[in-house]
């Protein structure tokens, strides 16, 4: 199979890389760009784990081939780790006990970002439905819900940085 060039914008930054035709967007967060916050947890896109912002959308990254990335724009945990809103809903997952194994963490939190940045006020449902596709084994989900609660009602409308290099492995 020939390989193909795919051009990713990843956190910010450009991402050159020929790839399988196959290669999942999963495996070029983790193996190719370095970035392991992007959990495979089920291999069947049931769990989210792996989930990452395209273009702004929730994603399971395990569902997306890389050249369908092709041109686009991707967002992992990395990128957002110093966002403010994502530094309010990291502490908050804390404090409220989000989190325990902290395996489905990364995709329980991009889920939650992506919510409240299309709505700063989600009640519960919208919580629970924004959340629904991803698998926690350990918290009952109460926590998380609480702790996206807790940060409802703050804006999150700030662009987000943007670095023009280029990156080639």
Do not use: W
């Amino acid at each position: 199979m020939k390989n193909v060039k795919v051009n990713i914008k990843l956190n910010g930054r450009k991402f050159e890389r020929e790839v399988e035709p196959r290669t999942l967007l999963l495996d070029f967060v983790r193996e190719f760009a370095d970035l392991t916050a992007t959990h495979m947890g089920c291999d069947t896109s049931n769990c989210g784990a792996c989930t990452v912002l395209l273009d702004g959308k929730p994603v399971k990254s395990c569902t997306v081939l890389a050249v369908q990335a092709d041109d686009r724009e991707v967002r992992t945990l990395e990128g957002l780790g110093e966002e403010p809103l994502m530094k309010r809903l990291k502490e908050e997952f804390i404090e409220k006990h989000g989190l325990q194994c902290g395996f489905c963490t990364s995709g329980m939190l991009i889920s939650s970002y992506s919510l409240l940045r299309k709505k700063s006020d989600p009640n519960e449902k919208e919580i629970r439905e924004a959340i629904s596709g991803n698998i926690c084994r350990c918290t009952g989900y109460h926590g998380i819900v609480e702790a996206v609660k807790s940060v409802k009602g703050e804006t999150a409308r700030e662009k987000l940085p943007e670095s023009p290099e280029l990156v080639r492995r």
